[in-house]
Antibody, heavy 122, light 107 residues
Framework: EVNLLESGGGLEQPGGSLRLSCVAS????????MSWVRQTPGKGLEWVSV????????NYADSVKGRFTISRDNSRNTLDLQMNSLRVDDTAIYYC???????????????WGQGMLVTVSS | DIQMAQSPSSLSASIGDRVTITCRAS??????LAWYQQIPGKAPKLLIY???RLESGVPSRFSGSGSGPNYTLTISSLQPEDFATYYC?????????FGQGTKVEVK
């Protein structure tokens, strides 16, 4: 059974940093691209970032480009999202999601984690 | 950017009803469209990808159809566990985006 477990969320002030992690199990992690997707009541679902199966290719939504960094460690089956220069509008539930693509992401998501709340507020 | 207009935003239906949800894109998506189901407090779940391909394990009462720019999710006979919010998502080109959702409620 595919399982994705996020950690690292919480409350941070504007301008601060947080690091989200996702531990994967139940599948061969190194064969799949992985994404972060976030959700807010106001803006709905928003794709944030993707990393290819090997980690060589990454891509970001314009709203987070230059502030967020996605990475993965295939030896530990982990996916990370380093979030810097946080803004109030980064407040959301962040989901780790598996992309059925490998070296080339497909940009849709066949398994999701349970989600982690990130709140940016002073 | 491709705009996704999902309709209706909500609907009321009874067990056994046929339910249809529509997503209209601002351009042809070819086959790059997916549908998700989200139960409150849970993560989205993939139902359909490539417009009409049923994800493994998803009941056959769910089906997808359409061609650019109009796409449809149909539930042939609504079951109690189907009361949820449904989202379309295009993955044709950047930025990939989701519709605003359709909440299916008990009539």
């Amino acid at each position: 059974e595919v399982n994705l477990l996020e950690s690292g969320g919480g409350l941070e002030q504007p301008g601060g940093s947080l690091r989200l992690s996702c531990v994967a199990s139940g599948f061969t992690f190194s064969r799949y691209a992985m994404s972060w997707v976030r959700q807010t009541p106001g803006k709905g679902l928003e794709w944030v970032s993707v990393v290819s199966s090997t980690g060589e290719y990454t891509n970001y939504a314009d709203s987070v480009k230059g502030r967020f960094t996605i990475s993965r460690d295939n030896s530990r089956n982990t996916l990370d999202l380093q979030m810097n220069s946080l803004r109030v509008d980064d407040t959301a539930i962040y989901y780790c999601a598996r992309d059925p693509g490998g070296y080339i992401p497909r940009y849709y998501f066949d398994h999701w984690g349970q989600g982690m709340l990130v709140t940016v507020s002073s | 950017d491709i705009q996704m207009a999902q309709s209706p935003s909500s609907l009321s239906a009874s067990i056994g009803d046929r339910v249809t949800i529509t997503c209209r894109a601002s351009q042809d998506l070819k086959t790059s469209l997916a549908w998700y189901q989200q139960i409150p407090g849970k993560a989205p779940k993939l139902l359909i990808y490539a417009v009409s391909r049923l994800e493994s394990g998803v009941p056959s009462r769910f089906s997808g159809s359409g061609s650019g720019p109009n796409y449809t999710l149909t539930i042939s006979s609504l079951q109690p566990e189907d009361f949820a919010t449904y989202y379309c998502q295009h993955y044709y080109t950047a930025p990939r985006s989701f519709g605003q959702g359709t909440k299916v409620e008990v009539k």
